[in-house]
């Protein structure tokens, strides 16, 4: 990924920081997808794994990992610049 934590408003409020940090995710993702020269496959991860609402995700790890809200944008903001391995796997990436 694009080094999202050097990018980011280190004297942000967290929530600023973790919301920098999921558009950067989300921008670089878009375009890698219009990079890929597999069309087909391009096609199926924006249609089949499109990028989820900031307050989606919040909700989501909140919910899924136990979090609290500052909890949930801390990892937020530390998960940014990871790649998802399961979607990797999938689709041969």
């Known amino acids: 990924m694009h080094n999202i934590p050097n990018q980011i408003d280190k004297n942000a409020p967290l929530e600023k920081q973790a919301k920098q940090a999921f558009a950067l995710r989300n921008l670089y993702k878009h375009e890698a997808r219009i990079a890929m020269s597999d069309r087909k ?3 199926e991860l924006e249609r089949l794994r499109p990028a989820p609402k900031f307050e989606e995700l919040l909700r989501n790890k909140m919910k899924r990992k136990g979090l609290s809200k500052e909890e949930a944008l801390e990892d937020i903001l530390k998960t940014a610049s990871k790649t998802n391995n ?3 796997k999938e689709f041969g990436l």
């Open 41 to 43: 496959t391009a096609e």
């Open 86 to 88: 399961n979607v990797d």
